[in-house]
C-alpha cells in the first residue's frame, strides 16, 4: 500500500484479484479499482465485491494481464498498477485444480481451466530434450535431464501423485526439513502452462500505456527467477542505469524511464503468521515522464 499510495481520486489496477484482498486494502483506502484475473472462481468473488462497493469504485474483467494495453484504451491510464504473481491459495488447495502435490488431483495447473493446453499434454506429449528444456528453464530444477528422463519412462502420468512419485524416484527423495523434491518441476511445469514469463513481460512493457507519469509499479514474486526478470526490466528502465549506459537512444522502450522504489520481504513474524509469504519479495517502481536530467 505504500508503495501504490493508494487515495481518493486514485485508480489502481489490480491485475491479479485472487480471492481480492488487495483490491479490498487499496478500496478501504480510497482508490477506484479496476481488477483483473483469469480464473473463472476469481471472477465469481469479484462480482460478490463490484455488488458490495458498486461499479464506479471496482470493475472486474476476466482477461490476462499480458493483455492490459488492450483494456486501457478502454478504462485509461492508471495510477497504480499492482502484480501479485503466481497461484492463489484456493488454487492450490482445490485438489481438482491440479497444481498440489499435498494432495493428488489431474494433472491440470490452468489458472483459467477453460481454454489452453494442461501439464498432462506437457508430461506426456513433449520429447525428452523439449521437456528438459522446460523443466530447466522454468524451475530450476537442479538435474532437468533426469527427472525428464524419469517422467518419459514413467508415462503415461495422469495425476499430481504420479508426476510427484516419478520425481521422488528420480532424485534422491523426500529430505527431512528440505523442500519437497518435487517443488521445481512444478512450478517450472505450471510456468509453461500458464505462459507465466511471457505475460509478465507483456505486462512490464506495456506500463508506458498503463501508467500515467508518476504512476507506481508494484509486483509481488514468489521465486528468484521471477525477481530476477522483475528486478532486471526495472533496472534496464531506470534513469541511472540509462544515463550510465547511455541507453535512451536504441534502448527498445526509449520513451520509458522509471524511479524505482526499493524492495521488501516478509518478516518473520509475517512468515509465522502466513508461512506461504516466505518466499515472497515486493519490488516497485515509479514511472517519470522522462529523462529527467
Ligand atoms: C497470488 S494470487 C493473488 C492473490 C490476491 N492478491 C488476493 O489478495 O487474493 C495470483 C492470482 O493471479 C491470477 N493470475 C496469474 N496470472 C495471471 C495473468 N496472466 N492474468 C490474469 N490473472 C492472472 C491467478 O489466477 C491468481 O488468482
Known amino acids: 500500500m ?3 499510495q493508494p487515495a481518493p481520486g486514485r485508480t489502481v489496477i489490480d491485475a491479479t484479484f485472487g480471492r481480492g484482498g488487495h483490491s479490498r486494502a487499496l478500496l478501504e483506502r480510497g482508490a477506484r479499482v479496476v481488477a483483473l484475473d483469469v ?37 485509461g491510464p492508471a495510477d ?27 494433472l491440470d495447473m490452468r489458472m483459467d481451466p477453460t481454454t489452453g493446453t494442461t501439464a498432462a499434454d506437457f508430461v506426456n506429449h513433449l520429447s525428452e ?25 514413467a508415462r503415461p502420468l495422469l495425476t499430481t501423485a504420479d508426476l510427484a512419485t516419478a520425481v521422488t524416484r528420480a532424485t534422491r527423495g523426500p529430505r527431512p526439513g528440505a523442500k519437497h523434491p518435487a517443488t521445481r518441476t512444478f512450478l517450472a511445469l505450471r510456468r509453461a502452462v500458464n505462459r507465466e514469463g511471457e505475460n509478465l513481460a507483456q505486462a512490464l512493457n506495456s506500463v508506458p ?17 521471477e ?10 528502465h531506470s534513469e541511472e542505469e540509462k544515463r550510465e549506459l547511455g541507453m535512451a537512444f536504441g534502448h527498445p522502450n526509449p520513451e520509458l524511464w522509471v524511479k524505482p522504489l526499493g524492495e521488501a520481504v ?26 529527467s536530467a
Open 2 to 4: 505504500e508503495m501504490l
Open 39 to 75: 480464473d473463472p472462481d476469481a471472477e465469481a468473488e469479484a462480482q460478490k465485491l463490484a455488488t458490495e462497493v458498486g461499479s464506479d469504485r471496482f470493475r472486474f474483467h476476466r482477461l490476462n494481464f499480458g493483455q492490459l494495453a488492450q483494456l486501457m484504451e478502454k478504462e
Open 80 to 106: 497504480g498498477l499492482l502484480l501479485d504473481l503466481g497461484i492463489s491459495s484456493p488454487q492450490v488447495d482445490r485438489a481438482e485444480r491440479g497444481f498440489s502435490f499435498q494432495q493428488s488431483g489431474p
Open 129 to 153: 530434450p523439449e521437456l528438459r528444456n522446460l523443466l530447466r528453464d522454468g524451475g530450476e530444477d537442479r538435474d532437468p535431464g533426469k527427472i525428464a528422463r524419469a517422467i518419459v519412462r
Open 209 to 225: 500505456q498503463i501508467l500515467r507519469p508518476g504512476g507506481r509499479l508494484a509486483v509481488l514474486t514468489y521465486h528468484s527467477t
Open 227 to 236: 525477481d530476477r526478470a522483475v528486478k532486471i526490466w526495472i533496472r534496464e
Open 266 to 291: 516478509p518478516t518473520d513474524e509475517e512468515i509465522a503468521t502466513n508461512p506461504r509469504a516466505r518466499s515472497a519479495r515486493l519490488r516497485g517502481a515509479e514511472r517519470r515522464n522522462e529523462r
